[in-house]
């Protein structure tokens, strides 16, 4: 290119020295075509510097430089990668779908002298759920899920988020916080279902304002919330329509996660206080099936209790150290209301171990899922995870006496490439007080199976 501009500017140089010989010219123009020659020259100069080369003739000034060409505006590529789906990122801005299929079979024994139809074998669509999640560019975002479950279209995650450096606010349908358990996602957690205070105290995603803020080892979220989707609805205002459900809650959990050496722990604490308003007026009831989310007999329940406030709270503890996780919560429910008030307890301990060379992942105080460093058909077997789980829920307070349960739960969950699971349960529940009587008997104990594939990206 260099070499193109040399000829240029020398053919132009010598183009303007012809007129010089040809013909005599004035004083005036002569002295106005040698200063257009100088600064040929001057710049044939310049371009030999950058070659390397002598210049042919002695640097001369430079002419003042025009005006800069207009440049012409970039133009921003956008980048296709894969997580389960394709996902598209251009500069601050991204899209990708999501998508989740649970499936589940299992079977509840029957103790002699009960004839519930709800035991013995089942099977489901646990969950059908096809949505996505994205960035709109200058630090806000957004969510959007629908389930079909329990036969059923429901909306789930579906929210607009707004971050900018620790901070984060988020508004729509989500969840409140309320325990570890609740909050790691149903295809990440260790058994097929949570602990059993997260169906009884009926946790749920409600409409709300959250506001997070994390920074190095430190989680706080706080928001306050109304009710889920469906009791917002027309539909559940009742036959005379009306607005009837005025209810709110106050949310709130701290976490401090921080690496001891190769081990990552996790210590948190969430605290809630729910008032039900004209909700009041319609009994509440807690109640619990005997694990599998297939059955729909209630094994646990209450009576219908008038609330007209909740108080929960609860303690979290976890750890995380190469192949082995540990974790334990405890949740106390105040129920609170004309009535005689109630006070309910639930908890867990579980202990997990990688047959392979796995471990689970951790992010945002929760638990995440698994990258076998090994997937199945590529020299490995995939990650294989076994995990051991104690349950227990109470529902017995003063006069109210809806049982109690000890559960004793063992799995093995098989991830043989990312986003891809097969999980295998056992348990035993050892009831009493149970709200299903066996041949007059309120105490006894239920075997349970199950398994579940599971699909999500």
Known sequence: MFRYARVALTTAAASLAMPLAAAPLSAEESEVLREEVR????????????????PPVA?????PAGPAPATAPAVTATAIGWKGSPQFTSDDRSFKVKGRIQADAG???????????????????????????????SGFGYKLELELSDNSVDLVDTFVTYEKGPWQIAIGNQNQ??????LTGDTTGSLMERAAFTDAFNFERRMGVAVQYRRKDILLQAGIFTDDVDALADASDGPAGGDENDSFSLDGRAVYAPRLGATQVHLGGSAHLRMLGR??????RYRQRPYLHSS??????????????????????????????????????????PGPNSRFFGGYAEIGYFLTDDSRSYRNGIFGGTK??????KGGTGAIQLNLRYDYLNLNDGTIRAGTQNGWFAGIVWTPVEYLRFNLNYGYLAYT???????????YGLHVTGARFELDF
């Open 372 to 377: 076998p460093s090994t997937p199945f058909g």
């Open 279 to 284: 909700l009041s007026d319609t009994p509440v």
């Open 39 to 54: 600064a040929l020259r001057a710049r044939l100069a310049a371009i030999e510097a950058r070659l390397g080369g002598d």
């Open 433 to 443: 007080d149970a709200a299903i009587a066996a041949g007059g008997r309120r105490d």
């Open 107 to 137: 079977h509840v024994s029957t103790p002699r002298g009960i004839a519930d139809r709800g035991l013995g074998f089942s099977n489901e669509v646990r969950r059908i759920r096809l949505g996505g999640e994205g960035k709109l560019g």
């Open 177 to 182: 916080f309320q325990s570890l358990d609740e």
């Open 59 to 63: 640097a001369l000034p430079a002419a």
């Open 296 to 337: 729909n007999s209630r094994i646990l329940a209450t009576p219908g209790l008038l609330v007209d406030r909740e108080l929960h709270y609860g303690l979290e503890l976890a750890a995380i150290h190469g192949r082995w996780h540990a974790a334990a919560e405890t949740h106390w429910l105040d129920a609170i209301g």
